[in-house]
């Protein structure tokens, strides 16, 4: 009896303007590129409003509405939420709509969208809580489970969200991870007491993300009714199938044009078709089925690249050079007591600038260079790295008044 | 296959890119297999070389044509020369009537050989191609290593150059294009067909540097800058003395060389010093070799920010050295390098921001200085040459 579980990644960064090294000292402004380019922050959420937030959002709507036993689950990073709010308030009015159905599970993580697990678990935490307490003021819930970003996890990450009261987390079914095991069955995270580990299984979920409109795939077209029938042999085999997935999926990544929409209308009808099938969301799912196993991850895995690790935000020099000095930063930063400071160091966190300059772009690589705004990974690590030196300016300046 | 090919000065008498992209590329033919015949054009005053021991290759044959011409060569240059060696009223009065003659000549060589195709490397040798071509009923390759209006920049061009690079391209049964960049102003300026052009791009010889990326320091300065090539309006080195300018307003602790010779070297000399840098600005001459070598591996960054390039040979020595390289936009070689820095070539504000930025942030320099080095490898003469035998094939099973 395969529970279907859907989780969607909901996020877009406070992307970088264009910085120069002539402009540090004078320039305290960021993020507010005016452009008709992809840096441009406003313009590209109202672009993606369009073609997938509030499309898919109705449908989602429509789709709660004509199938009782429909559920699903999102996570929303605070720069989301913050730029819905800023740029298209609409957005943010279906994302409470869809909230107030009772099917929708609203998850957390760090508000920034950051790498902090990986650096300051005090950051961690209080980025963890700011995001906490930005869901419960837009939508008055308080989420139970944890996704980290980008499902970065690790035994000590489990152990970090159980410490912070969550009962759940979401990772990567990872082959190495998992072993003999299967994604579709409830873990417990080694040297947790009470947590448990739902595993993307990732090549349901990537046959929808990233294969769906893909010509050379043997499986082209891809059918609600078939993908249905491969949910569906999990049966007997399997308890929970979880997909996971970036919500730009629908309508930015896969065009409107190759049928998403038209799949996504009919997938639930299609899975709820077979009997012993059912939707359940992350809490329900963990609520609903024992840990089967203990699951013992020492490395980082995450959800980005075949690699499955940490190396799309920190594999060259450069990378290292930026987040090593972000967080070197850190106690400055807070003992300031610059609000405005603050924030724009927690801005420059977000995962997304490193992954715009990570260089292995040959194995993998055509997905980083269709999702880096900058031209290259070079020019994104001068604009950051220039803002850097700029706050640290500012930091100094705050020390002498 | 046997190549009837119009070639140029040979290294180390080159003064410049295209006599080191013809050798190479006539040497890796001959590697696989297919004769070359090499026609170049040779003074009887120069000093005797033994391009047999050069090329040592038993599918290498030269042909020599007496003839001043040069890569590189304009109507007053060779005007210039002429005036000394006029007594000898063995050329042409003009570098026009002298490209002719040239042209005469080498169908006279065309007669007396046996061969398959025809190939020959920038206009200066396409009305011996041409002349070859009619002669012979063979196809005919014209390969642009640059045009007119790379060598103005777009100013000036010479209306009968570019009637002798049109008509040599539009009588060709194939035009070789050093780069997409040198393509399209091949459709866009000659309007050739964009079916009768293909890309092949240049290659570096050399074996990776065992010593590149180990920097050697040349000077008291904390960093080193470096311009390599021709010191004319094509290469902008306006635009590097500029930007040079501008950087040191910033950090006064960098030398920047300028390495090469040209028409404009007097007029940068006078630049330099009215923008009053010149104890940061040093004019290195024209290198060659060991010298060149180790003046790429002390400098922190190359700039090549050049007004019009079709390739752009010395960004992928630089970047073979372990130096990392900042290329202009309007460069061929840049189109298919992702680990380097572009620069519009006349926005040196931007152009002094991301010097500054390699010198100030040493992980910037040292990742593209790692992964442009990895990048080169896809260039290669044994590939160029693979392009080239496709071409030839292409041309004489039709």
Redesign the interface.
């Known amino acids: 009896m395969p529970s279907v579980c859907f989780y969607f990644q909901v996020h877009q960064p406070f992307r970088v303007k264009k910085y120069?090294?002539?402009q540090i000292g004078n320039d305290h402004d960021y993020f507010n590129d005016r452009g008709d380019g992809k840096l441009n922050n406003g313009k590209i959420f109202e672009k993606v409003a369009r073609k997938c937030y509030l499309p898919t959002n109705e449908m989602m709507l429509r789709l709660l509405d004509r199938h009782p036993e429909f559920k699903i689950s999102y996570s929303l990073s605070g720069v989301f939420l913050e730029q819905a709010e800023r740029y298209a308030p609409e957005v943010l009015n279906s994302f409470y709509r869809l909230v107030q159905t009772g099917r929708v599970e609203l998850l957390s993580e760090t508000y920034y969208h950051s790498l902090a697990a990986l650096y300051s678990f005090d950051e961690f935490e209080r980025q963890v809580a700011m995001h906490r307490a930005l869901i419960r003021k837009f939508f008055g819930v308080t989420p139970t489970v944890f996704r980290n970003t980008e499902l970065i996890y690790s035994n000590e990450i489990a152990r970090y969200a159980e410490r912070l009261g969550f009962s759940g987390i979401l990772a990567e079914g990872a082959d190495d991870i998992l072993g003999w095991r299967s994604p579709n069955f409830v873990y417990k995270p080694k040297g947790t007491d009470t947590m448990k580990l739902l595993l993307k299984n990732y090549k349901l979920s990537d046959d929808i993300a990233f294969r769906f409109s893909s010509r050379d795939w043997l499986e082209w077209p891809l059918t609600a009714e078939k993908f249905a029938r491969w949910v569906s042999e999990h049966n007997g085999n399997g308890e929970v199938v979880n997909l996971f997935m970036d919500y730009e999926t629908f309508g930015e990544h896969q065009w409107e044009s190759t049928g998403i929409f038209d799949f996504l209308r009919e997938l639930p009808g299609r899975i709820l078709g077979h009997a012993d099938n059912d939707f359940k969301t992350p809490s329900e799912a963990i609520a609903a089925y024992p840990a089967r196993d203990e699951l013992d991850v020492l490395r980082y895995v995450s959800w980005a690249d075949i690699e499955r690790d940490l190396s799309a935000w920190r594999s060259?020099?450069?990378q290292?050079?930026a987040l090593g000095k972000l967080y070197q930063l850190e106690r400055e930063v807070l003992s300031s007591g610059d609000e405005q400071l603050m924030e724009d160091w927690r801005k420059l966190q977000t995962s997304d600038h490193f992954y715009y300059m990570c260089?292995k772009?040959f194995a993998d690589g055509d997905v980083h260079k269709y999702f880096n705004p900058y031209?290259?990974?070079?020019?994104a690590?001068?604009a950051h790295?220039?803002v850097l030196e700029d706050l640290h300016i500012r930091i100094k300046k705050v020390e002498v008044i | 296959m046997r190549v009837l090919m119009f070639g140029w000065e040979l290294p180390p008498y080159n003064s410049g890119g295209l006599g080191v992209a013809c050798y190479h590329l006539a040497k890796a033919l001959c590697k696989k297999n297919t004769e070359v015949i090499f026609v170049l054009p040779r003074r009887v005053d120069m000093p005797p070389q033994d391009f047999s021991i050069l090329f040592a290759d038993a599918n290498m044959r030269i042909r020599t044509i007496n003839s001043p011409l040069v890569p590189y060569i304009t109507s007053s240059l060779y005007l210039s020369f002429m005036s000394a060696e006029a007594r000898a009223r063995l050329y042409g009065n003009t570098l026009f009537e002298e490209v002719l003659r040239y042209g005469r000549q080498a169908k006279k060589i065309a007669e007396t050989e046996t061969f398959d195709v025809i190939h020959a490397h920038d206009w200066l040798s396409f009305p011996a191609g041409v002349a070859a071509k009619s002669s012979s009923g063979k196809p005919l390759v014209v390969h642009v290593h640059a045009t007119e209006f790379d060598r103005t920049g777009g100013q000036g061009v010479n209306p009968l150059v570019y009637e002798i690079e049109k008509w040599g391209m539009e009588r060709a049964d194939k035009v070789i294009a050093v780069s997409n960049f040198t393509k399209n102003m091949i459709i866009e300026k000659y309007g050739i067909a964009p079916e009768k052009i293909e890309v092949v791009y240049n290659a570096v010889e050399r074996p990776d540097d065992p010593h590149g990326g180990v920097r050697s320091p040349v000077s008291r300065h904390k960093s080193l800058v470096l311009f390599v090539g021709r010191i004319t309006l094509q290469k902008g080195p306006d635009y590097f003395v500029e930007a040079a300018a501008k950087v040191l307003a910033?950090d006064r602790d960098v030398l920047f060389v300028m390495a090469g010779d040209g028409d404009m070297y007097h007029e940068m000399i006078r630049k330099a010093a009215a923008m009053g840098i010149s104890d940061n600005f040093l004019f290195a001459g024209f290198l060659r070799g060991s010298e060149l070598t180790a003046l790429y591996r002390s400098a922190d960054l190359y700039v090549m920010p050049s007004v019009s390039e079709p390739f752009g040979l010395t960004a992928i020595e630089s970047l073979q050295c372990g130096t990392p390289i900042l290329i202009s936009k309007q460069t061929g070689a840049g189109e298919s390098l992702?680990?380097?820095?572009?620069v519009d070539f006349w926005d040196t504000?931007?152009m002094?921001?991301?010097i500054?930025?390699v010198l100030?942030?040493k992980?910037?320099g040292?990742?593209?200085s790692e992964?442009g080095r990895r990048e080169i490898g896809k260039f290669s003469w044994d590939r160029s040459a693979d392009q080239c035998i496709t071409i030839y094939q292409q041309l004489t099973t039709t």
């Open positions: 120069s090294i002539f060259n020099a450069m290292e050079a260089t772009w031209d290259s990974p070079y020019e690590f001068i790295r220039n | 910033r992702t680990h380097c820095l572009k504000d931007e002094a921001a991301k500054l930025a100030s942030y992980e910037l040292q990742c593209l992964f």
